[in-house]
């Protein structure tokens, strides 16, 4: 039963496209949160949303937008694709937000791939 | 000052060998230190954390040793076997910001 589910696991496609990614936490938590890990293994934080209200606003280009329906739901969506957008990006959840011992629960990522 | 610093970058060890993993920041605000463990193909999964009021905390063979004054803490990965090869990340915690190092990508050789 995954804790925190994103779909797709693969996504190929060709820059200028527009694309999204699902994820759903199944946690009961808070907080959710999109990060970027590059090539070189890099975690960095994106967005993060407590109960559908927006959080934090890392130095993003707009392109990437994020949706959150609910509190179990975080999309991210991404207008016009470039080359180095390419990463695979992670989904994640925590029980609160402002709590420091509070542990960030990850998806199992979403490699992105723009030719 | 809102750095972790995380060093090796890599590390390569013998079984049974234990790796050390280095990790040092600079703002004092940070009030919890996790360190998250992923494998190929997998999201970053919690491994083991401290406060700064303890000095080391023991699960397994997972060990954090943690310097308030330095600033800095490492993991030691007692009796490693090559299931624990994998990439490690610290981090440092302050409310709802999380500050993560660079990672070590580590292998144990069998």
């Known amino acids: 039963d995954t804790a925190v589910s994103q779909t797709p696991k693969y996504l190929v496609t060709q820059m200028g496209n527009d694309k999204s990614i699902k994820c759903e936490q199944n946690?009961?938590?808070?907080?959710m949160y999109w990060y970027k890990q590059d090539s070189k293994k890099f975690l960095k934080i994106m967005f993060s949303y407590n109960n559908k209200e927006l959080i934090i606003n890392e130095t993003v280009p707009n392109r990437f937008s994020p949706k959150s329906p609910d509190k179990a739901h975080l999309n991210l969506h991404i207008n016009s694709l470039e080359l180095g957008d390419s990463a695979v990006y992670f989904c994640?959840?925590?029980?609160?937000?402002?709590?420091?011992?509070?542990?960030?629960?990850f998806g199992n990522g979403t490699r992105l791939t723009v030719t | 000052q809102q750095q972790v610093k995380q060093s090796p970058q890599s590390l390569i060890v013998q079984k049974g060998g234990i790796p050390i993993i280095n990790c040092a920041y600079e703002n004092t605000a940070f009030d919890y230190f996790p360190w998250y463990q992923q494998f190929p193909g997998k999201g970053p999964a919690l491994l083991i954390a401290?406060?700064?009021?303890?000095s080391e905390k023991k699960e397994g063979r997972f060990t954090i040793s943690f310097n308030k004054s330095a600033k800095q803490f490492s993991l030691h990965i007692m009796d490693s076997q090559p299931g624990d090869s994998a990439t490690y990340f610290c981090?440092?915690?302050?409310?709802?910001?999380?500050?993560f190092g660079k990672g070590t990508r580590l292998h144990i050789l069998p």
């Open positions: 946690l009961g938590h808070d907080t």
């Open positions: 981090a440092a915690n302050r409310d709802d910001k999380i500050i």
């Open positions: 994640a959840s925590s029980q609160h937000t402002g709590a420091s011992s509070s542990p960030l629960h």
């Open positions: 401290i406060r700064p009021d303890v």
